[in-house]
C-alpha cells in the first residue's frame, strides 16, 4: 500500500493534466455571459494548475483531455444543473498519434458557483461539488492512464477516486446533493469506479496495459506482434464484460475504441484472427459490429 504526500493546494507550474474545458448553455438564458467564460477559465486552470500527484511530468507527457459541460437548468442564482462528457487521450509511442483511453458520459450533476469564489479542493473532506466531480474525473483519468503504461499502475488514484466517492456521498454542508455519489441517480461516477477496482473485472485493467503499451507503442515497428497483443487485451475486456454484463467500463472502453480496433486489424492478412475479433467483438459490442465486420472486406 503507498503513502501519499499530496500536495492539495494549486502550485506555480502545470502539473499532470492540459485540460480543454467548454461549457456551453442548452436552453438556458444567463443574463452575462462573462459568467460562463470564467466558469469555463476557472475549471481548466483548477484542473490544470495543481499538483495531483507526487510524480514529475514533463510538458509532452501530461494527459490531455477535453471536458463538455452543458448547463441544462439554472435552478436559483448561482446554483446550475448540468451534463458532462469527458474524452482523455494517449500518445502513441514513436508516432504523433494520439489514442483515445476513455469516453465518459456524467449525465446528471449540480453545483453552486460564484465567479467571486475560487474553487478549492481537498483529497479527503468535501468543499464543493463542483470540485469533488472535477477531482473524482482528475484521479480517474491519471488512473487509466498510469494503466495503460504498468500493469495495474493506477491502484493508488482509484482509492484517492473512491475517497472522493465516500464523502461526497455523505455531505450535507453546502446543500448541494448529489445522488451521482450515491448510486441512486446518474449512476456513472459510482459504477466506473466499481467497474475498475472489482477484482472480478480486473480483465479491464490488465486489459488496458496489454492494449497501449504491448501493443499501440510497438505497432509502428512490430505490427504483427501489437496485433496479438491487442487481441488479448481485448479477450481479457470482453471476458470481464461477459462476466458482468452492460458494464459501464466496457460501453465507455468500447465507444472511445471501436474505430481504432478497426482500423487496426483491417489491413491484418490473418484472417483467422480477424474472424475471431469480429465474432468476440460483436457479440460484447453489437452496438458497433457493423464496423468489426468491415475488417473482413
Same mark, same amino acid.
Given at each position: 500500500?503507498?503513502?501519499?504526500?499530496?500536495?492539495?493546494?494549486?502550485?506555480?507550474?502545470?502539473?499532470?493534466?492540459?485540460?480543454?474545458?467548454?461549457?456551453?448553455?442548452?436552453?438556458?438564458?444567463?443574463?452575462?455571459?462573462?459568467?460562463?467564460?470564467?466558469?469555463?477559465?476557472?475549471?481548466?486552470?483548477?484542473?490544470?494548475?495543481?499538483?495531483?500527484?507526487?510524480?514529475?511530468?514533463?510538458?509532452?507527457?501530461?494527459?490531455?483531455?477535453?471536458?463538455?459541460?452543458?448547463?441544462?437548468?439554472?435552478?436559483?442564482?448561482?446554483?446550475?444543473?448540468?451534463?458532462?462528457? !469527458?474524452?482523455?487521450? /494517449?500518445?502513441?509511442?514513436?508516432?504523433? @498519434?494520439?489514442?483515445?483511453?476513455?469516453?465518459? $458520459? =456524467? &449525465?446528471?450533476?449540480?453545483?453552486?458557483?460564484?465567479?467571486?469564489?475560487?474553487?478549492?479542493?481537498?483529497?479527503?473532506?468535501?468543499?464543493?461539488?463542483?470540485?469533488?466531480?472535477?477531482?473524482?474525473?482528475?484521479?480517474?483519468?491519471?488512473?487509466?492512464?498510469?494503466?495503460?503504461?504498468?500493469?495495474?499502475?493506477?491502484?493508488?488514484?482509484?482509492?484517492?477516486?473512491?475517497?472522493?466517492?465516500?464523502?461526497?456521498?455523505?455531505?450535507?454542508?453546502?446543500?448541494?446533493?448529489?445522488?451521482?455519489?450515491?448510486?441512486?441517480?446518474?449512476?456513472?461516477?459510482?459504477?466506473?469506479?466499481?467497474?475498475?477496482?472489482?477484482?472480478? !473485472?480486473?480483465?479491464? /485493467?490488465?486489459?488496458?496495459?496489454?492494449? @497501449?503499451?504491448?501493443?499501440?507503442?510497438?505497432? $509502428? =515497428? &512490430?505490427?504483427?506482434?501489437?496485433?496479438?497483443?491487442?487481441?488479448?487485451?481485448?479477450?481479457?475486456?470482453?471476458?470481464?464484460?461477459?462476466?458482468?454484463?452492460?458494464?459501464?467500463?466496457?460501453?465507455?472502453?468500447?465507444?472511445?475504441?471501436?474505430?481504432?480496433?478497426?482500423?487496426?486489424?483491417?489491413?491484418?492478412?490473418?484472417?483467422?484472427?480477424?474472424?475471431?475479433?469480429?465474432?468476440?467483438?460483436?457479440?460484447?459490442?453489437?452496438?458497433?459490429?457493423?464496423?468489426?465486420?468491415?475488417?473482413?472486406?
Amino acid at each position: 500500500m503507498f503513502v501519499l504526500l499530496l500536495v492539495a493546494g494549486p502550485v506555480a507550474r502545470a502539473q499532470e493534466l492540459q485540460a480543454e474545458v467548454n461549457v456551453t448553455t442548452e436552453n438556458v438564458t444567463i443574463s452575462d455571459p462573462t459568467l460562463v467564460t470564467q466558469m469555463q477559465t476557472d475549471i481548466r486552470n483548477f484542473l490544470n494548475n495543481r499538483a495531483w500527484t507526487t510524480q514529475t511530468y514533463k510538458p509532452e507527457e501530461r494527459i490531455r483531455l477535453k471536458i463538455f459541460i452543458g448547463i441544462t437548468s439554472i435552478p436559483q442564482n448561482g446554483t446550475y444543473n448540468a451534463t458532462m462528457r !469527458l474524452i482523455s487521450t /494517449r500518445p502513441v509511442f514513436g508516432t504523433g @498519434y494520439e489514442t483515445n483511453v476513455i469516453s465518459i $458520459v =456524467d &449525465r446528471s450533476f449540480n453545483f453552486n458557483y460564484s465567479p467571486q469564489t475560487p474553487l478549492d479542493f481537498s483529497p479527503n473532506s468535501f468543499v464543493s461539488n463542483l470540485s469533488s466531480l472535477l477531482g473524482y474525473y482528475a484521479y480517474m483519468v491519471i488512473g487509466l492512464d498510469r494503466d495503460t503504461f504498468a500493469r495495474l499502475g493506477g491502484t493508488q488514484y482509484y482509492e484517492l477516486a473512491r475517497n472522493v466517492v465516500n464523502y461526497s456521498a455523505g455531505q450535507t454542508s453546502t446543500g448541494e446533493v448529489d445522488e451521482g455519489w450515491r448510486g441512486t441517480g446518474s449512476r456513472e461516477r459510482h459504477f466506473l469506479l466499481d467497474n475498475i477496482v472489482d477484482p472480478q !473485472l480486473e480483465g479491464f /485493467r490488465t486489459g488496458l496495459y496489454a492494449y @497501449y503499451r504491448q501493443g499501440l507503442d510497438i505497432f $509502428v =515497428d &512490430r505490427p504483427e506482434e501489437a496485433r496479438t497483443s491487442v487481441m488479448m487485451a481485448l479477450t481479457g475486456i470482453q471476458r470481464a464484460a461477459v462476466m458482468r454484463p452492460s458494464t459501464l467500463f466496457a460501453r465507455a472502453f468500447f465507444d472511445a475504441k471501436s474505430d481504432e480496433i478497426a482500423n487496426i486489424f483491417r489491413t491484418s492478412q490473418d484472417r483467422q484472427m480477424k474472424q475471431q475479433l469480429v465474432t468476440m467483438l460483436t457479440e460484447v459490442d453489437p452496438t458497433n459490429s457493423a464496423k468489426y465486420q468491415s475488417v473482413m472486406k
